[in-house]
């Protein structure tokens, strides 16, 4: 079955703990995104990566790191957690062409303490 | 920069009436247009998406959207709601002049309650 899987789905954690939230994908797409979502804020990009090795800013990277060391994987990495960054956590794919649309993870929800 | 505005945080409707539920977006050109749907616990489904052609799409579960470039709106609507489709809403906006919708702005959301 084609999907997008994050884990874990729940996390809950203390500032300043270094935390890895894990992204796979079995469609071998090559464009992969982070998206935080908050009440009234709707979602919005924090890292997204084009292909293996080549990543970029979305529209909030502050504290967040990624890698793309194989195009199946896109990890979101956490150096030092702080409470604003309790969030719902999603992890997006397509296939970066035109017309592609997006296929989502069901998200993670992080607790920073 | 693009945006986009979805004024209506909650709808409530009952089961069997038409729903429409609005999208407006800020862009300087054409955008690829997007309608998603998330229940409870789950991602993101795409529900339906626009890119040129006819201003009238159809998507899944009885869904469509009319692009309207005078009012820069794309409104979802289906003419009879299930209970089923109690679910938060995202239209979304994609740029068109970087060849692919990799960077999307997403509205704030529409929480639709159906009513028995």
């Known amino acids: 079955e084609a999907q997008v899987t994050q884990n874990p789905r729940y996390l809950i954690t203390v500032t300043g703990k270094k935390l890895t939230v894990t992204c796979s994908q079995n469609m071998n797409h090559e464009y992969m995104s982070w998206y935080r979502q908050d009440p009234g804020l709707g979602l919005r990009q924090i890292y997204y990566?084009?292909?293996?090795?080549?990543?970029d800013k979305g529209d909030v990277p502050e504290g967040y790191k990624v890698s793309r060391k194989e195009k199946r994987n896109f990890p979101l990495i956490l150096e030092s957690p702080s409470p604003n960054q309790t969030s719902l956590y999603f992890c997006?794919?397509?296939?970066?062409?035109?017309?592609?649309?997006?296929?989502f993870g069901n998200g993670t929800r992080l607790t920073v303490t | 920069a693009q945006s986009v505005t979805q004024p209506d945080i909650h709808i409530t409707v009952s089961e069997g009436a038409s729903l429409e539920l609005r999208c407006n977006y800020s862009?300087?050109?054409?955008?690829?247009l997007f309608w998603y749907v998330q229940s409870p616990g789950q991602g993101l489904q795409l529900l339906l998406k626009y890119f040129s052609g006819d201003t009238l799409v159809q998507g899944i579960k009885g869904f469509e959207a009319e692009f309207k470039r005078s009012q820069s709106s794309f409104n979802l609507r289906k003419p009879s709601v299930h209970w089923s489709d109690a679910a938060e809403y995202f239209c979304?906006?994609?740029?068109?002049?970087?060849?692919?919708?990799?960077?999307?702005?997403f509205g704030s959301g529409t929480q639709l309650t159906v009513l028995p």
């Open positions: 990566s084009m292909n293996v090795e080549v990543t």
């Open positions: 862009y300087g050109a054409t955008p690829y």
């Open positions: 979304a906006v994609g740029l068109i002049s970087s060849g692919s919708a990799r960077q999307l702005t």
């Open positions: 997006a794919s397509s296939l970066g062409r035109d017309n592609s649309p997006l296929h």
